[in-house]
C-alpha cells in the first residue's frame, strides 16, 4: 500500500470491533468521524474465544489462533481502513501551502487567498470584529462620562447590610425593611462624642476627628 497523506490530525477511536477515526482542524477544533468500519475477524476470534472458555483443549488452541490471526492482520486491516477514513474526510479538509496545518474548509480556509484563515484572515470578518470592538470600546468611553451616582455622599461610609434585621439597605438613609437609621457616627477621640455624617471637626469640643 502506498504511503497514507493527510494523517497528521487525527485521533485513532478504533478498537477489536472495528475502525474509526477522528479527523480535527489545527484552527478552530471541529472535529469530523469517518464511517464506522467492522473488523471481518473480530467475530471469529470471539466465538473461538467462547468456546475455549466453555470446552478449552482444542477450542482453546483454536482461539489462540484466530487471536493469531486477528494480530497478524490488524496492522494492514488498520492501514486500508485509515486509507478509506483519509479518502472520505479530505475533501472536508485543506491544507495551507504557508504554515502546513490541516483546517476544515467550511470555517477555517479562505477561498480567495488559497490560505487558512490563520494565515489569510477573512477581511469582512476582521472588519466586523474591528466595528463590534470600536463600538464597546466608545460604550465604555461614554458610559464613563454620565454620573451615576447622583447627590450621594462617597465621603460618607454607607453599610450595604442593615445592623438591625439584615436587610439590604439599597443606599437609603435608613433601612426598607424596618426603618433603622444607617447614618454612620463618628465618635471623638478627645471628647467622646457622636456624629452624624463625615464631619472633619467635633461639634462639642472642636477638635479634628482622629486627633
Known amino acids: 500500500m502506498a504511503n497514507i497523506p493527510f494523517t497528521s490530525n487525527y ?3 478504533s478498537n477489536q470491533r472495528g475502525y474509526q477515526f477522528q479527523f480535527f482542524c489545527r ?6 468521524m469517518s464511517t464506522f468500519q467492522a473488523n471481518a475477524l473480530s467475530g471469529v476470534a ?3 474465544n467462547v468456546a475455549a472458555t466453555i470446552f478449552g483443549g482444542i477450542f482453546g488452541r483454536a482461539a ?9 492482520v490488524a496492522g494492514p486491516q ?17 491544507q495551507c501551502s504557508r504554515c502546513g496545518s490541516w483546517v476544515c474548509e467550511p470555517i477555517c480556509w479562505n477561498k480567495k487567498a488559497g490560505l487558512c484563515e490563520t494565515c489569510a484572515p477573512d477581511m469582512d470578518e476582521e472588519i466586523a470584529a474591528a466595528q463590534a470592538q470600536a463600538a464597546r470600546d466608545q460604550a ?10 447622583g447627590q450621594r455622599n462617597l465621603e460618607q ?3 450595604t447590610l442593615c445592623p438591625t434585621c439584615g436587610a439590604k439597605t439599597q443606599g437609603g438613609k435608613f433601612c426598607p425593611e424596618c426603618g ?16 452624624d455624617g463625615s464631619p472633619k471637626f467635633c461639634p462639642e469640643c472642636g477638635k479634628p476627628f482622629g486627633s
Open 157 to 159: 461610609v454607607v453599610s
Open 46 to 48: 470471539n466465538v473461538a
Open 11 to 13: 485521533t485513532d477511536l
Open 27 to 32: 484552527k478552530c477544533g471541529n472535529g469530523y
Open 140 to 149: 465604555m468611553t461614554k458610559a464613563r462620562t454620565v454620573d451615576y451616582l
Open 180 to 195: 433603622t437609621s444607617l447614618a454612620q457616627k463618628r465618635t471623638c477621640g478627645n471628647c467622646g462624642a457622636e456624629a
Open 64 to 72: 489462540q489462533s484466530a487471536a493469531a490471526i486477528q494480530s497478524q
Open 78 to 94: 488498520h492501514d486500508s481502513a485509515l486509507d478509506a477514513a483519509v479518502r472520505e474526510i479530505s475533501p472536508i479538509f485543506k
